[in-house]
């Protein structure tokens, strides 16, 4: 088998047939479909797993005690024949020349993982393009050749994994938790020793409602910094902290200092992390002032410099004008 198709579901059955019909408009042979029910609870998702996967023998069901995402993304490593492991939201699709175009891929380079582009619809199907790469090659490489990779999107969906590359280093998503992927996807990039970028866009992601990035739970997000601290821990217990200081700096100030504070600001100017989102940059990069942040857009520049004015009211009038 060269790649195994791991779909989580957890109370999807308005989504899942959408989804799993998008993998199977694709050229799937030499491909399994594994669908991980991870304790449904809405009385009908379970059983339409079972209806769908008896129509076709590409496709196999697992039920299994809820474990959250990642959780159930484990179970799908463990029990995936492919060589490829191929993450999808059980609420997304892919396009239809996906796979055909993977499986290409890699009969021409080989590599470990293979990522690609994005595009987003939200509910009234409006579509955006997601560049997810923040290097593009089309010949392999290293994340040691070009660290500012790990600026890329650090979504598992949006590539395709060699299993090895989980089973062999132990790397695993952690269960129940939010940001699973930061915390696992980072790591891989430096252990990869072959990496190639795909410009095509493969996925669809839908934005809805509900999702985490849309919660209002903001004491959750403090959960980033939990997130951090596992991969900061990480690269250090490597020796490659200092390697990739400069490039693990800017990923914190992404989505630690901006993206998590822009996120409670929305919600409460006077939310305690804050500060503790401030604190964490300043620990753990001391010198992060003198940061380089041309990779960012002129937008999210001016939000970086308003967040250390402390202008959270400016913030909120930005994203009122963009509204």
């Known amino acids: 088998m060269l790649i195994s198709i791991i779909i989580p579901v957890y109370n999807t059955k308005d989504y899942l047939e959408k989804c799993v019909s998008s993998v199977l408009a694709c050229d799937y042979s030499d491909c399994e479909i594994l669908l991980i029910d991870d304790g449904s609870t809405d009385g009908e998702t379970p059983a339409l797993c079972d209806a769908i996967a008896e129509r076709d023998p590409a496709i196999r069901v697992i039920h299994q005690q809820n474990k959250g995402l990642g959780g159930a993304r484990n179970t799908g490593i463990e029990e995936a024949t492919g060589e490829y492991l191929f993450f999808i939201d059980s609420d997304d699709t892919i396009v239809p020349q996906a796979l055909e175009l993977l499986k290409k891929e890699i009969s021409r380079t080989h590599a470990e993982i293979y990522s690609f582009n994005m595009t987003s619809k939200d509910d009234n199907e409006n579509r955006s393009l997601l560049i997810t790469n923040y290097y593009e090659s089309e010949t392999s490489f290293s994340l040691a050749e070009h660290p500012e990779y790990m600026q890329s999107v650090p979504s598992a969906c949006c590539r395709i994994w060699k299993k090895s590359l989980y089973t062999e280093n132990e790397i695993y998503f952690p269960e129940r938790v939010w940001y699973e992927d930061i915390r696992t996807t980072v790591k891989l990039f430096a252990l990869a020793s072959s990496i190639v970028t795909l410009k095509s866009p493969l996925y669809i992601y839908y ?103 402390k202008q959270y009211a400016l913030i909120m009038l930005l994203f009122k004008i963009k509204s």
């Open 207 to 309: 934005m809805r409602e509900g999702s985490i990035m849309h919660s209002a739970n903001l004491d959750r997000s403090r959960e980033i910094i939990d997130a951090f601290e596992d991969l900061l821990g990480w690269y250090r217990e490597k020796g490659l902290f200092e390697q990739y200081k400069e490039v693990l700096c800017r990923l914190c100030i992404e989505h630690v200092y901006l993206t998590a504070s822009v996120r409670v600001l929305r919600g409460d100017r006077k939310h305690p992390l804050l500060k503790e989102f401030a604190d964490y940059l300043k620990r753990n990069f001391p010198d992060y002032k003198k940061a380089d942040l041309s990779f960012l857009p002129a937008a999210r520049r001016l939000v970086f410099r308003l967040l250390e004015w």
